[in-house]
């Protein structure tokens, strides 16, 4: 089975920086498309990022946050910038073992595996 643990989540004041980070427990790692998504209290799961051949970002996000990977440490990091307070969710790892053909990156269907979630908070 397949694993997935988030790191890096906490409470920050707004115009901040976060780290997320997602380590994930299988050998052939680099094989995999990684997304980030975030779900508010109330709120659909959202789509942040992606990484497969290559990056993709909501346009909430883009110019502020940035998705990236290193293969030999089995890691996808979300680099978070300029925060505000309605980025406050909890922010979950996702990861793709298909094929990356025609894949709508964007949606939770695309993904085969999840995170716990990790919880971000951002003040004002």
Do not use: H
Request: charged content about 20%.
């Amino acid at each position: 089975q397949v694993q997935l643990v988030e790191s890096g989540g906490g409470f920050v004041q707004a115009g901040g920086s976060l780290r997320l980070s997602c380590t994930v427990s299988e050998r052939t790692f680099s094989t995999y498309g990684m997304g980030w998504f975030r779900q508010a209290p109330g709120k659909e799961r959202e789509f942040v990022a992606a990484i497969l051949r290559s990056t993709y970002y909501a346009d909430s996000v883009k110019g502020r946050f940035t998705i990236s990977r290193d293969n030999a440490k089995n890691t996808v990091y979300l680099q978070m910038n300029s925060l505000k307070p309605e980025d406050t969710a909890v922010y979950y790892c996702a990861a793709r073992s298909r094929p990356y053909d025609m894949v709508v990156v964007a949606s939770t269907r695309a993904y085969d595996y999840w995170g716990q979630g990790t919880q971000v908070t951002v003040s004002s």
